[in-house]
C-alpha cells in the first residue's frame, strides 16, 4: 500500500491549491479514504472522509463550506479543493486509508499560508 500526497506549498491567504493523494496497492474503488493535518504543536485533526462511491462527507468545522474532497477512481487519486485559505490552515495535510485492520497514511505535503 503506497499514498503519495503533492499540491502543499506557500499560499497567499485567499488561495484555493488543490491537493491529490495518489494510491496504490489496494483496490482503491472499495475503499473509505480520509485527509487530516497537523498544524505545529497541535494533534492532528481529521478533516473529512470520502466513501468508496464519493457519497456524503462530513467535513470538520474548521474547513466546512471551504473545503471540498473528491475522488477518481479511475486514477486511483483522492483530492483535497481547498479555498479561502487562511494563515491558521498551515500545515501538513495527509491522506488516510484502513486496510484489513491498519491505518495507512502518506508522507504528508505541507501547506503553508502567508503572504
Known amino acids: 500500500v503506497q499514498l503519495v500526497e503533492s499540491g502543499g506549498g506557500l499560499v497567499q491567504p485567499g488561495g484555493s491549491p488543490r491537493l491529490s493523494c495518489a494510491a496504490s496497492?489496494?483496490?482503491?474503488?472499495?475503499?473509505?479514504l480520509s485527509w487530516h493535518r497537523q498544524a505545529p504543536g497541535k494533534s492532528r485533526e481529521l478533516l473529512g472522509a470520502?466513501?468508496?462511491?464519493?457519497?456524503?462527507?462530513n467535513y470538520a468545522d474548521s474547513v466546512k463550506g471551504r473545503f471540498t474532497i473528491s475522488r477518481d477512481n479511475a486514477k486511483n487519486t483522492v483530492y483535497l479543493q481547498m479555498n479561502s485559505l487562511k494563515p491558521e490552515d498551515t500545515a501538513v495535510y495527509y491522506c488516510r486509508l484502513l486496510y484489513v485492520g491498519r491505518f495507512y497514511w502518506g508522507q504528508g505535503t505541507q501547506v503553508t499560508v502567508s503572504s
Open positions: 496497492g489496494f483496490p482503491f474503488s472499495s475503499y473509505t
Open positions: 470520502i466513501p468508496s462511491t464519493g457519497g456524503n462527507i
